[in-house]
C-alpha cells in the first residue's frame, strides 16, 4: 500500500526556542484510521501545523503520498483538510459563506461550492443556521462547522485535532459514525483525542507522542494485547472483614464495601473470587476503573508507576 | 488562483461594505469639515496657492490623504485580524500562492481606497466646481498611492502584534508624513531647507503629481514622481512577499 503520510526526522523548534518536536518518524498508509496520541504539549498539533503548512519546520522531511512538502506546498495542501483544535474562522463571517470562501481558495467554483456546502451543512445538522454568523453557534456546533470546512474540497487525507473536544454524546456517536463511512470510502484519517475510548473505537493504528519524541507506533491491537493489566473494583454488600488474605493478587481497601484488585495476567478474576469467598467475602458488584487504553497510555507516557505493567 | 483570488478579494470588499459606518462614512463628514473650514472659512485670507484659489487647491490633498488613510487602515487591520482570530490559517492550509493572496489583500486596500476616493469626490463635487485637467495622470497617482499604502499597511499588519501595534505608525509616522507632504500648502512656500527635506518624503511626490492630474501646474517634474513611486512599491512590495512566504510572525 502507498503511504499517505511520511514523516522523517522532524524537528521543530519554536522562537522562543522550546523544543516541541525532537525528531520524530511516522508512516501513515493509505485508507489507515490513524491515532495520534499524546499528553497536553506532547507536540501533536505542532506536527499537524507542519504538515498542513501553518508552520516551519526546523528540519526533518514530511511527505504526504510521496510528494514532498518542503518542495511542493501546494500540491499537499490539495490532498489534506484539517479540521484544527482550535477554533480559526471569521467569528462574523455567516458559516455557508465560510465554506464557500474555503472552497474559493481551493479554486472550486461558487456554483460547485455552494451545493458541496449544502450537502455538508445538512450532513453537520447545521442547514438551519446557514446564514448565521459563526460567533452564534455553540461550541460543538463550531467543531462541527471546522468538519464541514475541511472537507469542502474532497481531500484525500483528512487530519483532526480534538474533533470531539466539547461535543456532546450524541453528535459524538453521529461524528464517529461518519467519520467512519468516510474512512470505509477510503479517505485516509489521522486523529488525536484525549478520549482513548475514541481512538481506541475508530483507528486502527496509533502513535504516541512524549514530550516531543514518539514512544510509540504500532497497531491498535498490539498495543491493546500489551494491556494485560486491569484494575477492577469490587464492591461486597456486607461490611469486609478486618483482615483479608491474598497471596496471588495487590488489593487495595477503598472503604468498608470495597476492594481494589489489580490484575495481571498470571491471576484471572475467577481465582480472586475464589480466594475472596473462601474467606466468607461474597462480591456481588464488579466494575472496571479505566479503559485498558487509558492505562497503558498513562504508563507509557511515564504518569503512573512503570513497574505495575512489567 | 483566479477563483482565489476572486475570493479573497470579494471577500475583502464585502468586508468594509459591511461596516460601512466606520469606513466609508467617516471620510465624508472629514471631508465636509476640510471644505468648510480651510477652503471656506481660511481660504478667503489665504488666497491663491501654487496659481489656484485656495478652496480648490486643497482639494486633491484631501481626497489623496483619504486614500492614503484608508487604503493603509484596510490591509493593516483586515490581515491583522485575520491574524488575531487565526483565520488567515484557512489561506495557508488551502494551496493559495503567497503572490496571490497578497495581491488579493492588496487589491481589498486599493477598492477601500477606490470606494472611499469617489465617495469623497463626490462629496467634494456637492460643495465646489471643479474639473480635472489630466485625469489620466490623477488616477494614476491615485492607483499607485493606493498600491503603494496598502502594501505599507500589510506589512504593518505582519509585524504587529497588539492592536495598539496597529495604530503606532498612522498616529505617529503616516498622519506628520501626509501633512508635511504638501497636503495643505505648497513646498514653494517653506524656506529652502525645508522644502529640501520635504523632497525625502514620498508623500510629497504623491500629492504632487496628483495636483498635476487636477490643475496642470506641479513643483517637481512627472517623471520624477513616478519613478518614487514605483519604486517604493517595489521595495514594499518584495518586502512584504518576503514576510509573507517566510510567515514572519505567523509560521514560527
Ligand atoms: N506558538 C508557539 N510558540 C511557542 N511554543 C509553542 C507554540 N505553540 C506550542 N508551543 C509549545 O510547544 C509544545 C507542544 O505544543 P502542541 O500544541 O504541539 O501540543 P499538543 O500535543 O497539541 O497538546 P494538546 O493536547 O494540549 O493540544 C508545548 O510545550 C507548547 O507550549
Ligand atoms: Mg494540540
Redesign the pocket.
Known amino acids: 500500500m502507498p503511504v499517505a503520510l511520511s514523516i522523517q526526522n522532524l524537528t521543530k523548534t519554536?522562537?522562543?526556542n522550546?523544543v516541541?518536536l525532537k525528531g520524530i518518524n511516522l508512516n501513515v498508509e493509505q485508507g489507515d484510521f490513524f491515532a495520534l496520541l499524546?499528553s497536553?504539549?506532547?507536540?501533536?498539533?505542532?506536527a499537524i501545523g507542519i504538515i498542513c503548512g501553518l508552520l516551519n519546520k526546523t528540519s526533518g522531511s514530511v511527505e504526504v503520498l510521496g510528494i514532498n512538502q518542503g518542495d511542493q506546498a501546494n500540491e499537499v495542501k490539495r490532498l489534506i483538510g484539517l479540521m484544527p483544535?482550535e477554533f480559526n474562522f471569521n467569528p462574523f463571517e455567516p458559516i455557508e459563506e465560510i465554506l464557500i470562501n474555503q472552497a474559493g481558495y481551493h479554486g472550486i467554483t461558487r456554483t460547485d461550492a455552494k451545493k458541496q456546502a449544502e450537502i455538508l451543512l445538512k450532513k453537520m445538522q447545521l442547514w438551519d443556521k446557514r446564514s448565521n454568523i459563526a460567533k452564534s453557534l455553540s461550541g460543538g456546533m463550531k467543531r462541527r462547522l471546522m468538519l464541514a470546512r475541511a472537507l469542502i474540497h474532497q481531500p484525500q487525507i483528512l487530519i483532526l485535532d480534538?474533533p470531539t473536544a466539547g461535543v456532546d454524546v450524541e453528535i459524538r456517536r453521529s461524528m464517529w459514525a461518519y467519520l467512519k463511512e468516510l474512512n470505509a470510502n477510503g479517505m485516509t484519517i489521522i486523529l488525536t483525542t484525549?478520549y482513548l475510548e475514541e481512538a481506541e473505537s475508530l483507528c486502527r493504528n496509533i502513535a504516541i507522542?512524549n514530550e516531543g519524541a514518539m514512544i510509540e507506533q504500532t497497531s491498535m491491537k498490539k498495543l491493546l494485547s500489551k494491556a494485560n493489566q486491569q484494575v477492577l473494583i469490587l464492591e461486597n454488600s456486607k461490611k469486609l472483614p478486618q483482615e483479608i488474605t491474598a497471596n496471588n493478587f495487590n488489593y487495595e481497601r477503598l472503604d468498608d464495601y470495597s476492594l481494589q484488585v489489580i490484575l495481571g495476567s498470571e491471576v484471572s478474576i475467577t481465582e480472586v473470587l475464589q480466594v475472596l469467598s473462601g474467606q466468607g467475602i461474597d462480591i456481588n458488584h464488579i466494575r472496571s476503573t479505566q479503559n485498558r487504553l487509558e492505562t497503558l497510555f498513562l504508563c507509557l507516557t511515564n504518569k503512573t508507576n512503570k513497574k505495575d505493567f512489567s | 488562483m483566479w477563483i482565489a483570488y476572486k475570493t479573497i478579494i470579494v471577500k475583502e470588499i464585502l468586508r468594509f461594505s459591511r461596516i460601512w459606518v466606520q469606513t466609508i462614512f467617516p471620510p465624508i463628514i472629514t471631508t465636509s469639515l476640510y471644505l468648510l473650514i480651510f477652503g471656506g472659512l481660511m481660504g478667503q485670507r489665504i488666497g491663491v496657492m501654487q496659481g489656484v484659489d485656495y478652496l480648490h487647491f486643497i482639494i486633491p490633498g484631501i481626497i489623496l490623504m483619504t486614500v492614503i488613510q484608508n487604503s493603509y487602515a484596510n490591509t493593516v487591520s483586515s490581515f491583522f485580524l485575520a491574524k488575531f482570530n487565526h483565520s488567515i490559517e484557512e489561506l495557508l492550509v488551502s494551496p493559495v500562492p503567497y503572490w496571490v493572496i497578497l495581491l488579493g489583500y492588496i487589491s481589498g486596500g486599493v477598492a477601500r481606497g477606490l470606494a472611499v476616493g469617489i465617495s469623497v469626490l463626490i462629496t467634494v463635487y456637492l460643495f465646489v466646481d471643479f474639473e480635472i485637467n489630466n485625469f489620466f495622470i490623477a488616477f494614476t497617482t491615485f492607483l499607485l498611492t493606493a498600491i503603494l499604502f496598502s502594501l505599507a499597511g500589510f506589512i504593518n499588519a505582519v509585524f504587529a502584534q497588539s492592536f495598539d501595534d496597529i495604530t503606532i505608525v498612522p498616529t505617529f509616522i503616516l498622519m506628520p508624513m501626509t501633512y508635511l507632504g504638501g497636503m495643505f500648502y505648497s513646498v514653494e512656500i517653506l524656506p529652502q531647507f525645508w522644502q529640501d527635506v520635504s523632497k525625502f518624503n514620498p508623500i510629497y511626490y504623491m500629492v504632487d503629481s496628483f495636483r498635476l492630474g487636477f490643475f496642470g501646474t506641479s513643483t517637481s517634474d512627472l517623471l520624477t514622481s513616478m519613478s518614487v513611486l514605483i519604486v517604493m512599491i517595489v521595495i514594499l512590495a518584495a518586502l512584504a512577499f518576503y514576510l509573507l512566504k517566510k510567515g514572519v510572525n505567523i509560521k514560527t
Open positions: 519554536y522562537s522562543n522550546l516541541a499524546g497536553n504539549g506532547a507536540g501533536k498539533t505542532t483544535q480534538e484525549h507522542l
